[in-house]
Nanobody, 123 residues
Framework: QAQLVESGGGTVEAGGSLTLSCAASGSMYTRNHLAWYRQAPGNQREFVAVAGSSGTQKYADFAGDRFTISRDNTKNTMFLQMNKLTPDDTGVYYC?????????????????WGKGILVTVSS
């Protein structure tokens, strides 16, 4: 049964903004760190940002000045607000959950993955 469900993907012009959502089950949301990963065409999956269960935020270098990760505890939902998008941001974005602060950032043997959602940034 799916417990991480992404939404909000689509197509946007370069320079525009898009906000992704990741809805998690109650237990999964409260017990785990949550993160966003992405995979561009022809590339390996890469870390984007993480929102820790205690509120700590970390970003990949390419994301820190344009993206904002947040959690809404009343909705058990994590968000990724993306601004000033470029075609390099195109890819499938995945929601991830893990109890380990290290694992959630390395992407190796993560406990839970969403199915992913496509973001396309046109030039």
């Amino acid at each position: 049964q799916a417990q991480l469900v992404e939404s909000g993907g689509g197509t946007v012009e370069a320079g525009g903004s898009l906000t992704l959502s990741c809805a998690a089950s109650g237990s999964m949301y409260t017990r785990n760190h949550l993160a966003w990963y992405r995979q561009a065409p022809g590339n390996q999956r890469e870390f984007v940002a993480v929102a820790g269960s205690s509120g700590t935020q970390k970003y990949a270098d390419f994301a820190g000045d344009r993206f904002t990760i947040s959690r809404d505890n009343t909705k058990n939902t994590m968000f990724l607000q993306m601004n000033k998008l470029t075609p390099d941001d195109t890819g499938v974005y995945y929601c991830a959950a893990d109890r380990s602060w290290t694992t959630i950032q390395t992407g190796v043997n993560i406990d839970y993955w969403g199915k992913g959602i496509l973001v396309t940034v046109s030039s």
